[in-house]
């Protein structure tokens, strides 16, 4: 069955950076790309970016050009996601999810359990 | 970006009841090459993940109960719980696919009445 399963809760100081990872299994890894969504405290849903795990092609939103990027390692199934100058406001949820059926502009199927990542000094 | 809006904040539904949450987007997200709306429905529980309900406004997930179904076209849009049932209590998003950003809108609480 398809399983993304994320890293563990990440505590950090304002203008470090964390990264995530997103371990897949049940499919083939390069079908199908990566989207990574957070969710704040109590707050709605933003979409970040994708990954075409196949060609590491990206895509960011705007907000986060320069500080997020994504990366994967087709070789143990891996996307990961790290955002750098981390701010108070980048508390959240942090979820991968998979993009299907295979390609960019589509919706999101499965999803990781979420990465808890808290910003503070 | 293609800013969504959705409509009620909240509402509270009987059980076995009918839910209408209505879903807007600032651009038309028909794509007129393939005449789909790239437009999704998700249902996000307490400490969960969000789960995918409905895509291209009114295809109905693998799994998901035939009591819940999406419509509309072009920039608004609605998913129609038809008959209310205590798992359904959750909140709502819809969220537009057709360009990135990919943006959700900000969400419909349901409860029970």
């Known amino acids: 069955q398809v399983q993304l399963v994320q890293s563990g809760t990440e505590v950090k100081n304002p203008g470090a950076s964390v990264k995530v990872s997103c371990k897949t299994s049940?499919?083939?890894?390069?079908?199908?790309?990566i989207q990574w969504v957070r969710q704040a405290p109590g707050q709605g849903l933003e979409w970040m970016a994708w990954?075409?795990?196949?060609?590491?092609?990206?895509n960011y939103a705007q907000k986060f050009h320069g500080r997020l990027t994504l990366t994967g390692d087709s070789s143990i199934s891996t996307v990961y996601m790290e955002l750098s100058g981390l701010r108070s406001d980048d508390t959240a949820v942090y979820y991968c999810?998979?993009?299907?059926?295979?390609?960019?502009?589509?919706?999101?199927?499965?999803w990781g359990q979420g990465t808890l990542v808290t910003v503070s000094s | 970006d293609i800013v969504m809006t959705q409509s009620p904040d909240s509402l509270a539904v009987s059980l076995g009841e009918r839910a209408t949450i209505n879903c807007s987007s600032r651009?038309?997200?028909?794509?007129?090459?393939?005449?789909?709306?790239?437009l999704a429905w998700y249902q996000q529980k307490s400490g969960q993940p969000p789960k995918l309900l409905i895509y291209?406004?009114?295809t109905r997930e693998s799994g998901v109960p035939d009591r819940f179904s999406g419509s509309g076209s072009g920039t608004n849009f609605t998913l129609t719980i038809s008959s209310l049932q205590a798992e359904d209590v959750a909140v709502y998003y819809c969220?537009?696919?057709?360009?990135?950003?990919?943006?959700f809108g900000p969400g419909t609480k349901v409860d029970i009445k």
């Open positions: 999810a998979r993009a299907t059926p295979p390609g960019d502009y589509v919706p999101l199927d499965y």
């Open positions: 049940g499919y083939t890894f390069t079908d199908y790309y």
């Open positions: 990954i075409n795990p196949k060609r590491g092609r990206t």
């Open positions: 651009q038309s997200v028909l794509f007129s090459s393939d005449n789909k709306n790239y």
């Open positions: 291209w406004a009114s």
């Open positions: 969220q537009q696919y057709y360009r990135t950003p990919f943006i």
